[in-house]
């Protein structure tokens, strides 16, 4: 079983983009914006997460799995969100953030409490939502201004203003503001962190992850649009 494991992990942790696999996915950047939209948020690199959450009744009670996931999992959690503070791209930011709740998915899913597991289906609905949304709004302005820079890119809004007011909301919600669903998301995931072995330090991890990916939320739905 603790092989089967292992080997699992390997092919869920490639198909998911955790670390040290995670390099795929922001570089995967060439499709059209409803296939990218398709491929980071909603579908299909949460295939690996999702054969990890069905194989939870039966391989979580190994020694390995909450020492494995925890780990592979926080440390793509808070490196793909601090990645995502040095891209310019919206695609690219948009992956990198995606890497880093791919990362959140695993680590709660390593953490194995009732409330940890239900927070990761939380969340990969949520993410889903936000991020699919906000991929659409990348290839929307890409299209309308011939460029994905955010440096380039502000005052978009005053011609594209129902793009920016769907930009805007989807990027409320990856930032946790209430009371949209991402909000919820992040809180359970505090809460999570906070009733494990080792609150405090887990917790803080995730808040640094959380700082980056609202800073990330504003670049990306409202500097853009709305900037100099």
Do not use: C
Request: charge should be positive; glycine fraction near 10%; proline fraction near 5%.
């Amino acid at each position: 079983a603790p092989a089967a494991f292992v080997l699992v992990l390997v092919g869920a942790g490639t198909k998911s983009a955790q670390f040290p696999f995670h390099f795929w996915l922001p570089n995967a950047m060439e499709a059209p914006t409803p296939v990218s939209a398709y491929l980071h948020s909603a579908t299909m690199v949460k295939a690996g997460i999702y054969l990890l959450a069905r194989l939870f009744p039966v391989l979580s009670g190994l020694a390995l799995w909450p020492v494995l996931l925890t780990t592979i999992g926080l440390i793509t959690l808070v490196g793909g969100a601090l990645l995502a503070l040095a891209q310019t791209d919206l695609k690219r930011l948009l992956a990198y953030t995606t890497v880093s709740g791919l990362g959140a998915l695993t680590f709660f899913l390593g953490l194995s409490t009732p409330l940890a597991v239900k927070t990761a289906v939380v969340f990969l609905i949520t993410h889903a939502l936000y991020k699919g949304a906000l991929f659409l709004v990348a290839g929307g302005v890409d299209h309308g201004a011939g460029t994905r820079d955010i440096n380039l890119l502000g005052g978009v809004g005053r011609a594209m203003p129902y793009t920016a007011a769907a930009a805007g909301m989807a990027a409320l919600s990856m930032a946790g503001i209430p009371p949209l669903l991402g909000f919820i998301a992040k809180e359970l995931a505090y809460e999570s962190t906070l009733e494990s072995a080792f609150a405090t330090g887990l917790t803080m991890l995730v808040l640094v992850a959380n700082a980056a990916t609202v800073t990330v939320a504003v670049w990306v739905g409202f500097s853009s649009f709305w900037g100099k």
